[in-house]
């Protein structure tokens, strides 16, 4: 037993040679030496970069390896996907500090679904999610104060502070929120297909899920009727290999959740190269736009444990974990690329990671609760409703 997982542990941070091959010719320089940020920053002109790790596809052809962006994005993806990290990172403190009370999921690690989806997306695009949601909201165009005063009970938060770290909402950016019950957004991701389709919007749903979601039985429903009647929506399960603490292997006779669909077409994505998820969510849109229903299997990886009530070391080692963040961190690929292509320097980078550590600093500062809030919104006075009992007639009183 004890190899096999060794075994298991080992195929997070393995890649071929090949795919190591590919990754240093996609990390070769370019001529760009000198340049100052501020040009880099507003650079348009496309690079072409290779992808590391194959896809593998299921009832489809894979979408090309050779991936198109330019200096302007990858700077963009440094600097949101560092953002991300470091709200991510404040909110574990807050927790530990009890500012955050309740239930609360980190997304440290898998920065780059976010990233890389919300590149091949228009806001037209709809996003339905479970509960580890904060860096989707920021990634809809929420911004961090927001976010930390929705975790903190502080009405300026997305949902007035009364929904949590589970329920962030921006429905004018079509973000329908983070969902409470495992699998159940599955099927409110095919009901807003269906409401795109009708309307003829030229748009697709991301129905994301995780792996431990991956088995129930309101996924299958969905996939069922969204085939049934091509529905516009891409099922997105964010493979991060433990459930809430069981390996994948252990809960899933299956684990190929690209397949899973079965009459449903999908690919097998590297969940920590944003740019492999921005070429597989592009593809996955033109599909859905013409053909229905496609499945992504986002493969990826989350440092925290599943809420901040889990150590995430019990059911995985540490040197796993460290692995994974020397192998494959998603921001350190970037920053890689970055270098390696000579769009920025390291003072550069470091001065974005300051800005991006000065607007959490901000954010936490101005989202600290108001003590007089925290019942707002919950129990209303003077309104002198009736209230009875189960036959009307035993009990009934009138509420203050």
């Known amino acids: 037993m004890a190899s096999q997982l060794l075994r298991r542990a080992g195929k997070l941070i393995n890649v071929s040679a090949s795919a190591t091959k590919n990754l240093a010719s996609s990390l070769a320089p370019i001529s760009q030496a000198n340049r100052s940020f501020a040009s880099a920053a507003e ?23 050779l991936a198109t962006t330019t200096p302007q994005e990858l700077v963009q993806f440094f600097k949101t996907m560092f953002l991300m990290r470091r709200m991510e990172i404040a909110a574990d403190s807050l927790y530990k500090s009890k500012f955050i009370r309740g239930f609360c999921h980190l997304y440290d690690g898998q920065e780059a679904v976010c990233v890389g989806m919300e590149a091949a997306l228009t806001k037209t695009d709809c996003i ?60 409110l991701g095919a009901g807003l297909a269906f409401a795109q389709k009708y309307s003829k919007v030229e748009g697709v749903t991301l129905a994301m899920y995780g792996d431990g979601a991956a088995n129930q039985g309101q996924l299958f429903e969905a996939m069922n009727i969204a085939a049934l009647w091509d529905l516009p929506v891409i099922f997105v399960c964010e493979n991060n290999h433990y459930g809430m603490g069981t390996a994948e292997w252990r809960s899933a006779k299956s684990p190929e959740y690209y397949r899973r669909g079965d009459y449903v077409p999908g690919l097998k994505v590297d969940g920590m190269d944003a740019l492999a998820v921005k070429q597989a969510v592009k593809y996955a849109k033109e599909y859905a736009l013409t053909k229905g229903a496609f499945v992504l299997e986002m493969d990826t990886y989350r440092y925290h444990g599943h809420s901040m009530s889990d150590p995430g070391s019990t059911y995985r080692t540490r040197d ?14 970037i920053r890689k690329l970055l270098l390696a292509k000579e769009i920025v320097t390291v003072a550069d980078l470091k001065n974005m990671e300051k800005e991006a550590k000065k607007e959490v600093d901000d954010a936490v500062a101005q989202a600290k609760p108001d003590p007089s809030e925290l019942l707002s919104h919950i129990y209303v006075k003077g309104l002198g409703t009736e209230v009875f009992g189960p036959d009307r007639k035993e009990f009934t009183a009138v509420l203050p």
């Open 43 to 65: 650079d348009t002109n496309p690079i072409t970069i290779e992808i590391a790790v194959p896809y593998k596809a299921h009832k489809c052809e894979p979408p090309s390896l």
């Open 320 to 333: 796993e974990i460290s692995g994974v963040r020397q192998e494959r961190d998603p921001i350190e690929r």
């Open 128 to 187: 339905v999610t479970a509960y580890r949601d904060h860096c989707i909201h920021l990634g809809r165009g929420g911004t961090v104060k927001e976010i930390m005063s929705e975790l903190m009970g502080r009405k300026d938060g997305c949902s007035l502070g009364k929904g949590g770290s589970m329920h962030m909402y921006k429905k004018e950016n079509n973000f329908y929120g983070g969902n409470g019950i495992v699998g159940a957004q599955t099927p």
